[in-house]
Nanobody
Framework: EVQLVESGGGLVQAGGSLRLSCAAS????????TGWFRRAPGKEPEGVSC????????YYEDSAEGRFTISSDNHKTTVYLQMNSLKPEDSAVYFC????????????????WGQGTQVTVSA
């Protein structure tokens, strides 16, 4: 069974940084994509960034481009999201998700997802 557990969220002032982690277990697919999404109150979930396990290629939504960096450890069991220059509008629950049918970035439909970690950016 695939399990995804996020951590690293918290309260930070605008301009600050956070590093989120997505620890995965139970993944047996040869190729898959891991994405970070966020869900703000009253809004639909939106994609933030994505990384492919096959070649390490990455993708960033416009909101994350230039400020966020996605990476994975050598064993591909943990995916990180380094978030710099945070803005109040980045406040949301951030969760990671895995898609293995196409294993391409970006993706909107996913097979597995975690509970999320709260990120709050104060002005």
């Amino acid at each position: 069974e695939v399990q995804l557990v996020e951590s690293g969220g918290g309260l930070v002032q605008a301009g600050g940084s956070l590093r989120l982690s997505c620890a995965a277990s139970g993944i047996t697919f040869d190729n898959y994509a891991t994405g970070w999404f966020r869900r703000a109150p009253g809004k639909e979930p939106e994609g933030v960034s994505c990384i492919s396990s096959s070649d390490g290629s990455t993708y960033y939504e416009d909101s994350a481009e230039g400020r966020f960096t996605i990476s994975s450890d050598n064993h591909k069991t943990t995916v990180y999201l380094q978030m710099n220059s945070l803005k109040p509008e980045d406040s949301a629950v951030y969760f990671c998700a895995v898609e293995h049918r196409f294993a391409l970035c970006p993706f909107e439909e996913y097979d597995y997802w975690g509970q999320g970690t709260q990120v709050t950016v104060s002005a």
